[in-house]
């Protein structure tokens, strides 16, 4: 899958040393696993529950709905949105999630945050 981010957020997921310096050892180690998996994955379907295994890949609801959030260190989560062509229609369009899922191939990463707090 194609990762993109910007601004601070991505200059701290392209290098360890600077993500080590935003958010220390432990939870560089994490995001750097995390982005490791979404990068081998073909889309966003191999992270289909209950395949979803210790990241815990889910969307998100209430005025965060079509952003994903993938489990890092608790509380903290990696937040992320399709950057499909057809994003648009695939948010709106429910009536298959898994397909829906599986047609996503490109994210962009937003924010890492805890979104219980």
């Known amino acids: 899958m194609e ?58 609801k209430g005025e965060l709905v079509g952003t994903f959030s993938i489990d890092l260190k608790q509380p903290y989560r990696l937040l992320f949105v399709p950057i499909e062509e057809n994003a648009e229609n695939a948010l709106k369009d429910r009536s298959d999630e898994q397909k829906r899922w599986a047609s996503i191939t490109k994210i962009e990463i937003v924010r890492i945050e805890d979104t219980h707090g």
Request: net charge positive.
């Open 3 to 60: 990762i993109g981010a910007k601004g601070k957020l991505k200059a701290a997921l392209e290098s360890e040393a600077a993500c080590q310096k935003q958010y220390g050892r432990d939870m560089m180690k994490k995001i750097m696993l995390r982005l490791s998996a979404l990068r081998a994955a073909v889309s966003l379907a191999d992270f289909w529950p209950p395949m979803s295994g210790p990241e815990r890949c889910h969307e998100l």
